[in-house]
């Protein structure tokens, strides 16, 4: 590559770089894959394929499934940060939120999140660099981009960290958390893409075995299982029994 080409791609003036050529340039300035997929996509060249419709719908067995972890808060989630589903433990995690609609608003728009995130600062700028990957798929572009702008206008931060153009997707990190209910919590969350479907994923939140934050989550469970038992009946019985 000429630096006369180098040059007209840095200005814009070239605006069909192939494949190869742009997996060489990311190698050379040593980009993540995540830098490397974003750097594809502003491209119009997305090398993961065409993508399958997206949907809201959750289906029935992964509801079941996350049901089925009662010391395991799990969510469901889309590409622009919406909650489109979560399990029993899953909602009572998030009890101190105002609204819990959308992780993004939650970190920059909900007062409880700066109380919640003890590390935030890291949990926003992770939370920022996830919405830059997803605008950088053109297909998703028009359904995110209104999230970016609410989150531009009300939250100063937001547009700091936005304008710093860090590209990073979700797969596994730990985050401390303050719970009004049962204190401080060390989880380690995971994410993974829901197959079939594009833009969605599937969060799980572990704690480490034996440890306080396991025992906090098994009480947090109990909190929340007493609260929905309707008065007067008793614990463990069924409706209708």
């Known amino acids: 590559m000429s630096v006369d080409y180098y040059t007209r791609l ?31 996509r502003l491209a119009g060249v997305d090398p993961t394929g065409a993508a399958a419709p997206t949907s809201r719908t959750i289906p029935v067995a992964l509801r079941r499934l996350l049901d089925q972890w009662p010391v395991n808060p799990a969510f469901i989630f889309n590409d622009v940060q919406d909650i489109l589903a979560a399990n029993a433990l899953g909602v009572a995690l998030h009890a101190g939120f105002e609204h819990t609609d959308n992780f993004a608003r939650m970190v920059f728009l909900d007062r409880q999140g700066p109380r919640f995130f003890v590390e935030w600062e890291k949990v926003a700028a992770g939370t920022v660099a996830t919405l830059r990957q997803t605008w950088g798929r053109p297909a998703a572009r028009g359904r995110v981009q209104p999230v970016i702008d609410e989150l531009r206008t009300h939250s ?33 969350y995971h994410a993974f893409e829901v197959a079939g479907v594009s833009g969605q994923y599937l969060l799980v939140c572990q704690a480490e075995a ?25 614990r463990g019985d069924l409706p209708g029994e």
């Open 10 to 40: 840095e200005q814009g003036r070239e605006n069909h770089p192939s494949p190869s050529l742009l997996s060489a340039l990311g190698r050379v300035l040593r980009l993540s894959p995540d830098e490397q997929l974003h750097l594809h």
């Open 156 to 188: 100063d931060e937001f547009a700091r960290l936005w304008s710093s153009h860090v590209v990073a997707g979700k797969s596994h990190e730990t985050k401390s958390l303050d719970h009004p209910a049962v204190g401080s919590l060390e989880l380690d």
């Open 210 to 234: 034996g440890s306080h934050a396991e025992q906090a989550l098994r009480l947090l469970g109990s909190i929340a299982a007493s609260s929905r038992q309707r008065p007067g009946q008793a």
